[in-house]
């Protein structure tokens, strides 16, 4: 059976873009008599807003969608540390002291998540008085896994290459897991078989495929599908663009006719579909 999933994080109000994404994960789940997950993505520290979860779901049932919701990320951390710890352990992961100005001022080359770590904490002794963050060795990781694919049902066969992240880290210093790490685990421990997401997490899974290898999870599909673009062909953003959908809604937009519009590849006035 196909498990689908939206995972929205709580730290601002949810766009069009958010609303294409649940409907299209919701669609194929229904479609293929499967099932529809939302997930609260809420370990973003003093980011993450507890009222927005609310919100999310008034909006998803305003769009006309129906969930079953699995535990929020902020009530799983144990299983994160656990893991990491394991990762640890294996010798997989080194800790990191550099601050991002300290590594932007290395003038590293740019990678999917900006400035890509050089591996400037590997293989040094720590310092204990500042805070930490645990680093997966890539390398060392390959070393171990050899070569890995992935499937994604819209773009086909990859070839799974985490290099262009660098050493990405998988433990922060202000929360017991990063996105990786967490949305890995949570895919697997939630019977995901269809990861439905942007395009823009695509280089993400490149990084996730490896870290199933590692813990031995389950392998799913995944599904990323093309992002809604602003006037200016930009990605919608969280802050940059108004109204948001619980703005909309509060105005007292029909969100199944949004959600309808979109079906059929009808987008509000300047939001276009990105083209491959
Ligand atoms: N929580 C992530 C976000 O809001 C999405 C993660 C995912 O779909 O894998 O951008």
């Known amino acids: 059976m196909v498990v689908t999933r939206f995972a929205p994080s709580p730290n601002g109000s949810l766009h069009l873009g958010h609303a294409y994404s649940a409907v299209t994960a919701h669609d194929i789940a229904r479609q293929r008599g499967g099932r529809f997950l939302l997930r609260i993505e809420d370990i973003d520290g003093v980011r993450s807003l507890p009222e927005k979860a609310d919100e999310f779901r008034r909006d998803l049932e ?69 805070p930490v963050a645990l680093r997966l060795d890539v390398a060392a990781a390959l070393a171990q896994t050899g070569e890995l694919f992935w499937e994604d049902e819209v773009d086909g066969t990859q070839i799974a290459n985490p290099r262009g992240f660098g050493d990405v880290v998988l433990v922060r210093k202000d929360a017991p897991a990063s996105y990786h790490l967490a949305a890995t685990l949570d895919d697997a421990a939630d019977g995901v078989t269809l990861v439905t997401r942007g395009e823009d997490l695509f280089d993400a899974t490149h990084i996730h495929r490896v870290l199933q290898e590692l813990l031995g999870l389950p392998v799913p599909l995944w599904h990323h599908h093309p992002i809604l673009l602003d006037e200016q062909g930009q990605k919608l953003a969280k802050r940059r663009h108004s109204p948001s959908l619980a703005e909309r809604r509060r105005a007292g937009e029909d969100g199944r006719a949004l959600a309808d519009g979109m079906r059929a590849g009808r987008f509000p006035a300047g939001i276009t579909l990105a083209t491959a």
Not at 65 to 70: F, G, K, P, R, T
Not at 72 to 96: F, I, M, N, W
């Open 62 to 130: 305003w769009l006309g969608l129906e969930w079953d919701e699995v535990p929020a990320q902020s009530t799983r951390l144990e299983d994160y540390e656990q893991v990491a710890q394991y990762l640890l352990h294996e010798g997989l992961l080194y800790p990191c002291t550099c601050t991002r100005k300290e590594i932007e001022a290395l003038n590293p080359r740019s990678g999917p998540e900006g400035a890509v770590y050089p591996g400037t904490c590997k293989g040094q002794a720590l310092d204990p008085t500042k």
